[in-house]
């Protein structure tokens, strides 16, 4: 899962203010197989079949940890020798597997292939499959495709595949079915969308539909006047395939945090012509509520310094997040890529000076970091123990994907992820943050 990454620009060690420091070597990320653990947990309708290798199924039943023993919706057709030296036709394969599945699973609604490293690199057309098979079970069941693979995408990535894919699909979509207002697209946890969803209602707004919802197997409509907003910053082929079916997109900031979900609403409500005044009185609770939430943490990360490692995309959010709203200073933004037109909103939040760095060079990344001596590093588990060994203060940064974050409710929670390490670290230290804020 180390590929060196497209961007093909020198890494620096001597940062110009706001500029970006493009990256290419090692790197420590999940490819995008990793996103079905959170996928096939929303998406109640769904099995997600990854074609690959055992690598792949050993991946996957790390990154899921215990949820691999409640029967998830997911598994690895796994491609023997035979498979790859070309002695067996792979359709057939799949398809006698697909059959045994669906049998042993009537409950699946939406089978979703899902591409790997081995799958792409002998040219197996998981989409071709898909179409083939949609011929077979829709529209009682829908058939999509999408890569996961190490080679074309990083850990949230595959998210945006499979959305992307999602509404791209059209073969179960009901003829008669009105379009939607506004699209919401990115995976939410339930809680999440259940209080998005009582927001849009107080605040009027109707005929929204939640990308993925919890249930996939009606397919999308989308008319001349959808628009699409993203709750999450990672999903730059998804928007791509909104816009290509005529859907417009609310530019926004993502949702995090008290400033971020007012800001997130307001463009919501702005775009549909919502009196400023309703939506004031519609969050001027969930706001203060937020607030106070947000105030008890306050004191662990004002002034911290932080530097935040690449990892799921939403990287620059945090980093706006944790400078607006708990007076943290970043050191650096890390992220595998930067979608610009989508976080400009973001990025502008920020400082000027912050250094911003897409794609990694790893070694290179971790003696900036080192040089930096920030309070709190966010990167993966890879690096974190390592780090703490050296005795630095560190937060695992996948966490951020699986947790619910979004939304007023969840400001505070966000604030305590991270400063649980640091609270953690004065525990066993004995030393007050205050003089853990000294120098
Ligand atoms: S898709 Fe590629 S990077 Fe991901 S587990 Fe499989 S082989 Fe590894």
Redesign the pocket.
């Known amino acids: 899962?180390n590929?060196p990454l497209p961007s093909a620009c020198a890494t620096t060690l001597s940062v110009t203010p706001s500029a970006t420091i493009r990256q290419r070597g090692q790197h420590e990320v999940?490819?995008?197989?990793?996103s079905i653990i959170w996928l096939h947990r929303k998406v109640q309708d769904a099995f997600f079949l990854?074609v690959?290798?055992r690598?792949?199924a050993?991946?996957?039943q790390s990154a899921a940890g215990v949820m691999i023993f409640s029967e998830p919706r997911f598994a690895t057709a796994i491609m023997e020798e035979r498979d790859l030296a070309g002695m067996a036709d792979m359709h057939d394969e799949l398809d006698q597997v697909v059959a045994r599945l669906l049998e042993r699973r009537p409950d699946i609604r939406m089978l979703v292939l899902v591409?790997?490293?081995?799958s792409e690199v002998i040219k197996f057309d998981l989409t071709r499959a898909a179409g083939r098979l949609n011929a077979h079970y829709a529209p009682r069941r829908r058939v999509i495709a999408y890569s996961?693979?190490?080679?074309e995408t990083t850990f949230t990535q595959g998210e945006d595949n499979f959305l992307a894919a999602l509404v791209a699909d059209q073969t179960t979509v009901p003829a008669a079915r009105s379009a939607a207002k506004l699209v919401v697209a990115g995976c939410l946890a339930d809680v999440v969308e259940d209080q998005f969803s009582r927001l849009f209602a107080a605040l009027g707004l109707q005929d929204i539909v939640f990308l993925p919802g919890r249930k996939a197997i009606d397919g999308l409509t989308i008319g001349p006047d959808t628009r699409y907003v993203l709750a999450q910053p990672y999903l730059g082929a998804t928007a791509t395939a909104l816009e290509a079916r005529g859907a417009q997109r609310i530019d926004a900031i993502s949702p995090l945090g008290g400033e971020g979900t007012t800001a997130w609403l307001g463009a919501i409500a702005h775009a549909f012509g919502v009196n400023p005044a309703r939506l004031e009185s519609v969050i001027a609770q969930p706001r203060k509520r937020a607030e106070q939430a947000m105030q008890h943490y306050r004191p662990w990360l004002d002034g911290k310094r932080i530097f935040l490692f690449p990892d799921s995309q939403l990287e620059p959010s945090l980093a706006r997040y944790l400078h607006q709203e708990l007076g943290a200073e970043i050191v650096e933004v890390g992220s595998p890529y930067l979608h610009r037109e989508h976080i400009a909103g973001e990025l502008a939040l920020l400082p000027p000076g912050v250094a911003i760095s897409e794609g990694q060079d790893v070694d290179v990344q971790i003696d900036r970091c080192r040089q930096a001596q920030p309070d709190l590093i966010v990167c993966g588990l890879g690096l974190a123990n390592p780090f703490e060994a050296e005795g630095r203060i560190t937060k695992w940064s996948i966490e951020f994907a699986f947790t619910p974050i979004q939304g007023f409710e969840q400001a505070g929670d966000l604030a305590e992820l991270f400063a649980r390490p640091l609270v953690r670290h004065r525990m066993l230290t004995g030393r007050s943050r205050h003089q853990e804020a000294a120098p």
């Open positions: 899962m590929q999940f490819c995008g197989l990793t990854v690959g290798s690598t792949c050993h991946l996957m591409g790997s490293c081995p996961g693979s190490g080679i």
